[in-house]
């Protein structure tokens, strides 16, 4: 008497607050609401997966780097008493906008034909060097010794990833290199 019985599915339901959750028996009593918010959070990443042209490595590295470059940064503004939310959220767009870039380049390898994801993959070891020469200038900033090795390294990998100027540019076009 007194127990809560549990379904065969492992989840129990229970009333919090006059709103219907389920727990988890298995899992240790994770708690979910009906299932709305993770339809919801699977539609959301299979649509992003889609357009990112899939989930692999360089991106989720991608994502970490620009993680600790907007730490970092919130750390080194804080250090020079620089900080303020405007410029807080300036960063998180820019940080927004690098995805849109990567979407870019996925949706060229696709047009293109491209199976090995060439451009995306491009543009995110692209990304990922800036923002990680951010994270080396934002740490420098708080006064933290840097290995010199890490910053050739990064600056090596951007500009392998990088076309100049020089190669974008048609001297016959109108058009000025971005």
């Known amino acids: 008497m007194g127990s809560t019985p549990v379904r065969m599915d492992g989840w129990t339901p229970v009333l919090v607050d006059d709103e219907a959750i389920r727990i988890n028996e298995k899992s240790g009593g994770l708690i979910m609401k009906d299932g709305f918010i993770s339809s919801l959070v699977a539609i959301g990443a299979g649509i992003a997966s889609t357009l990112l042209g899939g989930w692999d490595k360089s991106l989720e590295i991608l994502l970490i780097f620009i993680i600790m470059d907007y730490i970092t940064g919130v750390g080194a503004a804080f250090k ?91 001297p016959d076009s109108d058009r000025k290199p971005l």
């Open 80 to 170: 020079t008493k620089t900080l303020k939310s405007s410029v807080g959220f300036e960063g998180l767009m820019k940080k927004g906008a690098i995805f849109l870039i990567v979407i870019l380049a996925a949706q060229l390898d696709r047009i293109t034909g491209n199976t090995a994801g060439v451009f995306r993959t491009s543009t995110a070891f692209f990304f990922i060097a800036n923002d990680g020469l951010s994270i080396i200038e934002n740490v420098g900033e708080m006064g933290v010794k840097l290995p010199g090795f890490i910053t050739g390294a990064l600056i090596k990998l951007r500009d392998e990833n990088e076309d100049t100027d020089d190669e974008k540019h048609d």
